[in-house]
């Protein structure tokens, strides 16, 4: 319970103070074509960087994969092309002991139109036990 105040009382801090985009996005694992879906927060820190927290489950099996990466970025008008490397979890639904690591690293473009934009994704996700490419797209909010 402790983590969760400290995790609310930081956001509050964080959101008073910086740039937030938030992106809900729909994508696949292109491996096996399997669908996915989730959320993606990012903090802008510095004109270049921004800190980004995500979490997406895969529809087949229901396995949930949450990671924190740095985006290095440049905004070039409208449009802010990104690079990223981060480090992650993974696991089925249940107790979270059992989640392993991960490591992923990918590209993307945003695209905005004032406060909303457009936004394309893609990550190599690579860990012990499965090494895998996807892609997606999704709708940016930035407030």
């Given at each position: 319970?402790?983590?969760?105040?400290?995790?609310?009382?930081?956001?509050?801090?964080?959101?008073?103070?910086?740039?937030?985009?938030?992106?809900?996005?729909?994508?696949?694992?292109?491996?096996?074509?399997?669908?996915?879906?989730?959320?993606?927060?990012?903090?802008?820190?510095?004109p270049f960087i921004q800190l980004e927290l995500e979490g997406f489950r895969l529809k087949s099996n229901?396995?949930?994969?949450?990671?924190?990466?740095?985006?290095?970025?440049?905004?070039?008008?409208?449009?802010?092309?990104?690079?990223?490397?981060g480090y992650g979890f993974s696991g089925e639904r249940g107790d979270i002991s059992e989640y392993k690591?991960?490591?992923?690293?990918?590209?993307?473009?945003?695209?905005?139109?004032?406060?909303?934009?457009?936004?394309?994704?893609?990550?190599?996700?690579?860990?012990?036990?499965?090494?895998?490419?996807?892609?997606?797209?999704?709708?940016?909010?930035?407030?």
């Open positions: 319970m402790r983590k969760v105040i400290l995790f609310l009382g930081i956001f509050f801090l964080v959101y008073k103070i910086y740039p937030i985009d938030i992106t809900g996005f729909g994508g696949i694992k292109t491996d096996s074509w399997e669908k996915l879906y989730g959320v993606a927060v990012a903090w802008d820190f510095f229901s396995q949930n994969h949450i990671s924190a990466n740095p985006l290095l970025s440049i905004d070039l008008s409208s449009i802010t092309p990104y690079i990223t490397v690591g991960f490591k992923n690293y990918g590209a993307g473009i945003k695209l905005f139109m004032g406060i909303i934009g457009i936004r394309i994704d893609y990550r190599v996700i690579k860990s012990s036990s499965f090494n895998w490419k996807r892609i997606y797209g999704g709708l940016d909010i930035s407030i």
